[in-house]
């Protein structure tokens, strides 16, 4: 065999970076060295295991702490969960109702930002192009930009989750739009498409961060990123590879800016590692569209996040094993998919059954007539005898 094919077929990891060999002690290791778990350790670590060095000091949630959220669609399950534990008590109106949307979610982070600097007079929203839900054109007046600029100045946590890195644009500003524009609306030499960069999504970041610090300076932030995919891609690739570099630049561009800020990380600025949960812990989180999670998946999530980031105390601790929840999940949806075959096969067979009994009949009836034919047959043959002996 060839040298170079053997050492390739029979390729074995450098023994001199192997946490099992007393060789490791050869390399210099920093003191924040951490290995990379094996599944076997994951599956007894548990999810926890992904905030080791993002965990605050102690909850930084209680009871009466308000919080909202802002960025993509994955930011309801945080106030949906606030809500039905008993958080989030000085909401106005309802628990429920903090979510800053106007009538959108805003997936981008460049939005996000956007919203932050018209929030605080820094973007002068007359020439805007905002599409609500109903793809109509949104009034950006100032009785709701104050709303905005209040509802931030009193919250407490804000918990902001990014969701894609592609954007559309209006060339003659430069600023995001909210989604993809209408037809009706669209103007191909104003309105065009981006994918924002590592260094763009930093950029927002840092802009999100120096609004902060004028105008609100107590307020705490948990970063995520969402894990739920795109729907769609406006690039001339698959979504499954838009979807990755999507996600890869927001995670790229977050870890970067919290680098930067890293004196202020699990102080002021928080990340809770929702995307790698669902990617590196489950092994079948998302359903049949491919895009949107199963709630146990959500579920187990907001468990480690009430855990670490909340005054939440369960009336028992429950140990929650993703790979058991995702067997158990396989094993209802198998026994769900049985009972409907069993359905689909009673009906068939009844519909065999009824077949049958109709084959029987005709059966039954051609075995008559077979008899009737005998019997005239016979009869015929006779009749031939007499007439012979005439």
């Known amino acids: 065999m060839d040298t170079n094919r053997k050492n390739l077929v029979e ?57 909202i959220g802002l960025g993509s669609c994955f930011a309801r399950y945080f106030i949906l969960w606030l809500a039905d534990h008993g958080f989030n008590k000085s909401i106005p109106d309802s628990p429920y109702n903090a979510l800053i949307r106007n009538s959108f979610g805003f997936e981008n982070i460049s939005v996000i930002a956007q919203q932050f600097r018209w929030a605080f007079g820094e973007f002068d929203s007359r020439n805007a192009l905002w599409i609500d839900r109903k793809r109509e054109l949104f009034e950006a007046t100032e009785e709701r930009r104050m709303l905005v600029r209040q509802t931030l100045e009193q919250t407490d946590v804000l918990v902001l989750t990014l969701g894609l890195s592609e954007v559309w644009y209006d060339e003659s500003s430069g600023e995001p739009l909210w989604r993809a524009i209408p037809a009706k609306y669209y103007d191909p030499q104003r309105h065009l498409f981006r994918v924002e960069s590592i260094g763009s999504t930093v950029a927002s970041l840092q802009k999100i961060d120096e609004l902060r610090e004028r105008y609100l300076p107590n307020l705490k932030i948990i970063f995520t990123v969402s894990p739920v995919r795109l ?160």
């Open 11 to 67: 390729w074995t990891p450098d023994e001199g970076i192997s946490p099992q060999t007393d060789v490791m002690g050869r390399w210099f290791k920093k003191e924040d060295f951490n290995w990379l778990p094996s599944k076997s350790e994951l599956r007894k670590m548990g999810l926890a295991c992904l905030l080791d060095g993002w965990k605050p000091d102690k909850p930084i949630i209680d009871q009466h702490t308000r919080v």
């Open 231 to 390: 729907k769609a891609t406006f690039r001339p690739i698959s979504a499954i590879t838009a979807n990755s570099a999507s996600k890869a630049i927001l995670r790229a561009g977050l870890d970067e800016f919290l680098r930067l800020k890293w004196q202020e990380v699990n102080k002021t600025y928080y990340y809770f590692p929702s995307y790698e949960m669902v990617t590196e812990i489950f092994k079948e989180p998302f359903r049949e569209d491919n895009r949107h999670l199963y709630d146990y998946v959500p579920s187990q999530i907001l468990s480690v996040f009430a855990r670490f980031f909340t005054s939440y105390e369960p009336s028992e601790e429950i140990v929650q094993d993703p790979e058991n929840e995702e067997l158990y999940r396989l094993i209802a949806q198998l026994e769900a998919k049985n009972v409907d075959l069993q359905k689909v096969c009673d009906e068939r067979l009844a519909v065999i059954k009824d077949l049958e009994a109709a084959a029987q009949e005709r059966l039954e009836l051609i075995e008559q007539l077979h008899r009737v034919a005998q019997e005239r047959l016979v009869v015929i043959e006779r009749l031939n005898v007499g007439t012979n002996h005439v």
